[in-house]
């Protein structure tokens, strides 16, 4: 294997310096101290077993000595070795994400990054996310790769034209090499199934050493203007709804479509808004209906439900109610963000377990007689 000038860094840090050790740069010296001899950076070769054979090495006849073979000892290349064949040999230490290696000998370590051309998405992960979009979207997807030359390597490639797949690859700015995930069927079903795919893409990409979202950078997004009800899925238990609330069912109409409640149901935007902070929502809320006609028409006639158990709600609205709203702030996640914490848990002053127990105050717990008398109550335990 040759080592090529971009070994000796001042390139992007995923491309080959690893950060597991500040000493990783051009022309590290190896240590005299007890830790390890030093560092140096090449391009990973063949993983064989527990070696890191790099290339010559895949032409040798095994029954040869590594030692006879190698040019040099882990953490020994230095500048003057940029452009040269190099043939190294030791125990893979590490292995981590299919991106980074650990090749270590008695003389010390040298660690290696996958080249540029690596496949971040395998087959075995495209399996992964087929199945999970499948049970999170019911959507399938279709991966194609970008070869060399251009080319599809796909199951449609020898169904469309090379115009149409040349039109595809320029819409997305896509280059030799890379994937497309490609989703047909209903715009609701396919944008869901693409925005969960653009999501998990970002994980397997940044757990590589990608650096895809900056954890320092704030982006808050109001979204708005959603439409007041969906088509109602395939499937679903409710028996003759056609619509389903896109919010929930007492969310009101933009002011002047409530007509298209009565006409047109799915061109109506309703006023329903979220706050969205790195993707993630962090806010949400509504204004609510005021009218009890408005209210009735969509819980019956539109939603089909039930409305015996809103009687109270609806003779409410006729007695006279204002327009009114609010916002409710998931403030466990906002925090979480801004702390760049993982999840809310980190957060919370006393999270519960996964029994829901609270180990802080110990609850839930019995309540002692004398706060049962402190409140004038009676606890009856032959009706428990």
């Not at 028409?297 to 939603?303: C, F, G, K």
């Not at 829901?356 to 717990?365: F, V, W």
């Amino acid at each position: 294997m040759v080592l090529s000038d971009s070994t000796a860094g001042n390139i992007s840090w995923y491309q080959w310096v690893i950060k597991f050790n500040s000493s990783v740069s051009r022309g590290v010296e190896p240590r005299t101290d007890d830790e390890e001899a030093g560092f140096s950076c090449v391009p990973l070769g063949k993983v064989l077993h527990s070696q890191v054979l790099l290339e010559p090495l895949r032409n040798q006849q095994s029954t040869s000595s590594s030692l006879s073979w190698r040019t040099h000892t882990c953490g020994e290349l230095r500048e003057v070795d940029v452009g040269s064949p190099v043939t190294l040999c030791g125990w893979l230490q590490f292995k981590r994400y299919d991106f980074m290696a650990t090749l270590r000998d008695a003389h010390g370590v040298t660690q290696f990054v996958l080249p540029e051309d690596q496949k971040h998405l395998t087959k075995g992960k495209l399996d992964h996310l087929q199945k999970t979009c499948q049970d999170k979207c019911s959507i399938r997807f279709l991966p194609v790769v970008l070869k060399k030359d251009g080319s599809w390597k796909s199951s449609i490639s020898k169904h469309l034209p090379e115009e149409a797949k040349a039109s595809v690859a320029e819409a997305v700015d896509a280059v030799p090499g890379d994937a497309l995930l490609l989703c047909a069927g209903p715009a609701n079903s396919v944008n869901h199934c693409l925005g969960f795919l653009r999501l998990k893409c970002a994980d397997i990409l940044e757990n590589q050493g990608l650096k895809l979202r900056d954890p320092d950078s704030f982006n808050f997004l109001w979204v708005d203007d959603f439409p007041l009800f969906l088509p109602r899925e395939q499937g679903d238990s409710s028996e003759g709804a056609v619509f389903e609330s896109a919010h929930h069912p007492f969310t009101a109409p933009v002011v002047g479509e409530e007509g298209l409640v009565y006409s047109d149901p799915l061109k109506v935007r309703g006023q329903h808004y979220d706050l969205v902070l790195n993707g993630v929502e962090v806010a949400g809320g509504s204004i609510r209906i005021h009218s009890s006609q408005l209210q009735r028409n969509i819980l019956e006639t539109i939603l089909q439900e039930d409305i015996s158990g809103m009687t109270h709600l609806l003779q409410a609205l006729e007695s006279g109610c204002p327009p009114h709203g609010g916002i409710a702030i998931g403030f466990d996640r906002l925090i979480a963000l801004l702390c760049g914490e993982d999840t809310i848990r980190d957060v919370i002053a006393f999270p519960k377990t996964a029994d829901g127990n609270d180990l802080m105050s110990g609850a839930p717990s019995e309540v002692s007689a004398e706060d049962l008398a402190r409140y004038h109550i009676s606890v009856d335990q032959k009706g428990s």
